[in-house]
């Protein structure tokens, strides 16, 4: 067992990292290093054009074009379960050609996942502190000629993300070069957004969950009192508090309070995990075995708090989604908070319905700013898997790769999890999920991370839909501050910027320009983003 002096142990409790957890991480990753384990390689990148991928990029946007086929006898059982029948046109066709699989377009979809919206829930993976987020060496990543064309930016933004939980900081900046809402401000509006379009409060006194209940109790009932589409994140030590000052402060935030009191709903309530901290490691130019690293910023028996990856949401949430269940919730959305093309697809949740896939998974192609996080991938046993870049899978070995394939599907960070599924089987997929272990180098010093991917939980399920969606309408992922400026539009029009990279960021602002006015129903006046309803 590892030694800590006094002193780095008092630090430790300090920072309120997990000491017990950090000691069992230690072992295991020192034990995994003594006898080479490795966990099977990635054998190749599926193309784009995979018969097992569902398409649902601007492409396929054809309302009347199939997306799914279904065996119709299985397609009505399903739906029944729902109170739902089969579309009139599909009923008719059944009738002529018993035979034949359902064929069920994207508007058809769309209606559907509409009436599935009571059976969903919306979770985040709210981040950390942003340690990488404003860190400057890592908004490096794309080169010290795009940094020094945003410098001024993000020198004014960086103070406000510093320290912060990610979720709480900035989402976008507006063309007057204001902040805008935070992350999370913006999840909470498109939920009740999505109680708005399909009626409202009206509206939901009439649906009804599995067993008869109706929605929310009684329907005189308050639909305030009722939970439409519950919300839950995975906090952690660092940010739990942090982020509930700010979830009581976006209570009265125009982009929220009008909007809720109108559909007459409680817009803050949030069920939440709270992770554990861990501690950094050594660096491997260190040696092993590896120790606990102690000059977090240059200081003497200075430790560095680290939450262990997404991936231990399944051991953090597992009682949340098992609440959920108990509510009645059939799908739980999970994705990270960083991304504001995160929202809920009725599209998705009718083909996870009809088929009864036990998980969707969003990807999309990669773009140059695709650097920090992963692609879909077959692992030497081929199945499907999220390798991540840098933990599972070199930058320069995803190069040679994305050759072969032509290109490669970035991980947008966006599930869908059936929680009849996952709840029987989460503490085995909590046990299995692999531990990574990367080495940093930033403002905090040269060090190692160990941590879950929660994405890899792809290799360990029996099946899985996978969805390839436009990057511009649902992966407008914020890695790095220098993302989020770039999504903004900031520096587009400075002849500094590489081309490569102009060409990405003016289509993630178009789409960009195009959520905000659409999806989060926002609207511009005299150089900023503001709600409609306040308009």
């Not at 990029?57 to 065996?71: M, Y």
């Not at 070069?177 to 399909?198: C, D, T, V």
């Not at 997404?310 to 059939?330: A, M, N, P």
Request: proline share 7%; net charge neutral.
């Amino acid at each position: 067992m590892h030694k800590i002096p006094d002193i780095l142990r008092a630090d430790m409790e300090r920072k309120n990292i997990d000491i017990p957890l950090s000691l069992k991480v230690l072992e295991e990753l020192n034990r995994s290093l003594s006898a080479g384990d490795k966990s099977p390689g990635i054998r190749a990148l599926p193309p784009l054009d995979d018969p097992r991928i569902v398409r649902l990029e601007n492409s396929n946007r054809d309302e009347g074009k199939p997306l799914v086929f279904v065996e119709p006898v299985a397609a009505e059982a399903r739906l029944a379960r729902y109170g739902l029948e089969l579309p009139r046109e599909l009923r008719r066709q059944q009738g002529r050609c018993p035979e034949k699989l359902a064929a069920f377009s994207r508007s058809q979809l769309s209606a559907i996942g509409k009436a599935l919206l009571p059976y969903t829930a919306y979770g985040v993976l709210t981040g950390g502190s942003a340690t990488s987020y404003a860190d400057e060496k890592k908004n490096l990543s794309l080169g010290s000629e795009v940094f020094q064309t945003l410098r001024d930016q993000f020198e004014r933004m960086a103070p406000l993300c510093r320290g912060r939980p990610k979720g709480s900081t900035p989402a976008f900046i507006n063309p007057d070069g204001s902040p805008g809402p935070s992350f999370l401000e913006l999840k909470m509006r498109q939920r009740l957004l999505a109680a708005k379009e399909i009626g409202g409060p009206a509206r939901l006194t009439r649906l009804a969950l599995p067993g008869g209940r109706s929605f929310g109790g009684a329907p005189e009932g308050r639909t305030r009192d009722r939970e439409f589409i519950p919300l839950y994140q995975m906090t952690s030590r660092a940010t739990h508090e942090v982020l509930a000052a700010d979830y009581r402060k976006a209570e009265v935030s125009d982009y929220i309070r009008p909007l809720a009191a109108k559909l007459d709903m409680e817009p803050a309530r949030w069920r939440s995990g709270v992770q554990p901290l861990i501690c950094a490691y050594t660096h491997s130019s260190e040696g092993e075995p590896r120790r606990i690293f102690d000059h977090a910023f240059g200081g003497e028996y200075a430790s560095l708090p680290l939450p262990g990856g997404h991936g231990q949401c399944f051991t953090v949430l597992k009682e949340v989604f098992t609440q959920l269940r108990g509510l009645g919730i059939r799908y739980a959305y999970l994705g990270n908070v960083d991304n504001l093309g995160y929202t809920i697809d009725p599209v998705e949740l009718a083909i996870m319905a009809l088929t009864e896939s036990p998980a969707g998974f969003e990807f999309s192609p990669r773009s140059p700013l695709d650097l920090k996080g992963g692609v879909l991938a077959e692992d030497e046993k081929g199945r499907w898997t999220v390798a991540d870049i840098g933990p599972a899978i070199s930058f320069e070995e995803l190069l040679i790769m994305e050759k072969r394939a032509g290109s490669s599907l970035f991980n947008c960070a966006t599930a869908i999890f059936d929680l009849d599924f996952l709840i029987p089987r989460i503490d085995d997929i909590a046990q299995r999920l692999p531990l990574r272990v990367s080495d940093q180098d930033k403002d905090a010093g040269r060090y190692s991370q160990v941590e879950q991917v929660a994405w890899e939980v792809m290799a360990l399920l029996p099946d899985c839909t996978v969805f390839s969606v436009e990057k511009s309408q649902r992966f407008l992922a914020a890695k790095l501050l220098i993302d989020t400026l770039l999504t903004s539009g900031v520096g587009l029009d400075d002849p500094r910027l590489p081309i490569h990279i102009r060409k990405t960021a003016t289509v993630l602002h178009e789409g960009l320009t195009r959520l905000l006015g659409t999806v989060y129903q926002l609207e511009l006046a005299d150089g900023r983003w503001l709600p409609k309803e306040l308009l």
